[in-house]
């Protein structure tokens, strides 16, 4: 399969039909927005506007998710349109974060990874203390709060296990690197996220093992593609591994306006 049937594959079934869990979708003429259930950050996944009403639209939205005091993130491939969509969201007051590859690797059966073995000292994350400390190492690793990430896994793994997979790698029984995977439902993507790991861990070819332990899981459960945004330092990692990157993609956070300031 080339990659324009795999991006245009990822573009309808992640982009335009997707129903996240903890979301409702909702599908206007111009966008697919979701709104969470839980009051946390919403996201538009997909957008179809033009240079003629992409200010309307964005203003719009912006105030559709003020009014329900929900920030957002409007997340912007490269192949999107108009082709200067960041800059009129610069405009609009979001907040451009950096550039990101969409990698996706097709699996099946005689894929490598499946007959790879694994290191002794992986084990598969599950209770809410395991992910306390997979968010502490995350935190540590990236250098920024990731409160909210904490009580969505938490909360998600409790409301649907067979969605989400946890995995971590030990060393004298402290986590040193961890990730973990959503199987999106009703597509064939498995959405591969996190790739931490501590300075001192590095090097192990933990990476990969995470990377191949969640393929394995994801195969088991049916899903044929996987899917990546990674940063600068992942993607040669990731290529080496038999990812390629489809297309760039950007997250674009909404101004923070006098309600949430004030709430």
Not at 31 to 42: C, F, I, P, T
Not at 60 to 89: H, M, R, T
Not at 101 to 117: G, Q, R, T
Not at 215 to 243: C, W
Request: include cysteine; proline fraction near 3%.
């Amino acid at each position: 399969m080339s990659k324009d049937e795999i991006l245009n594959i990822f573009h309808k079934q992640l982009r335009v039909d997707i129903e996240p869990q903890g979301f409702k979708r909702e599908k206007t003429d111009y966008v697919v927005r979701h709104v969470s259930n839980y009051n946390e950050d919403g996201f538009i996944s997909s957008s179809n506007i033009n240079e003629v009403n992409a200010h309307e639209v964005i203003r719009s939205e912006l105030k559709y998710f003020n009014e329900i005091g929900q920030c957002f993130e409007w997340k912007v491939y490269s192949y999107d349109q108009p082709a200067n969509l960041l800059k009129i969201l610069e405009a609009e007051g979001f907040e451009v974060e950096d550039r990101e590859a969409l990698m996706v690797m097709e699996i099946n059966e005689n894929h490598p990874f499946l007959n790879s073995s694994l290191p002794s000292n992986l084990r598969e994350i599950t209770s809410v203390q395991e992910i306390k400390e997979l968010i502490q190492l995350a935190e540590m690793v990236f250098g920024e709060s990731l409160s909210e990430l904490e009580k969505r896994l938490c909360r998600d793994k409790q409301k649907n296990p067979l969605s989400l997979f946890l995995y971590g790698i030990y060393e004298n029984e402290e986590l040193v690197s961890a990730a973990w995977m959503y199987l999106e439902n009703g597509t064939s993507f498995a959405s591969f996220w996190g790739g931490a790991t501590k300075q001192e861990a590095r090097g192990k070819g933990y990476y990969s093992s995470l990377l191949k332990v969640r393929a394995q899981k994801a195969f088991e459960h049916g899903y044929r593609f996987m899917t990546v945004d990674a940063l600068p330092t992942s993607q040669p990692i990731l290529e080496k591994n038999g990812f390629d990157c489809l297309a760039y993609s950007y997250g674009c956070q909404s101004p923070k306006t006098r309600y949430f300031k004030d709430k």
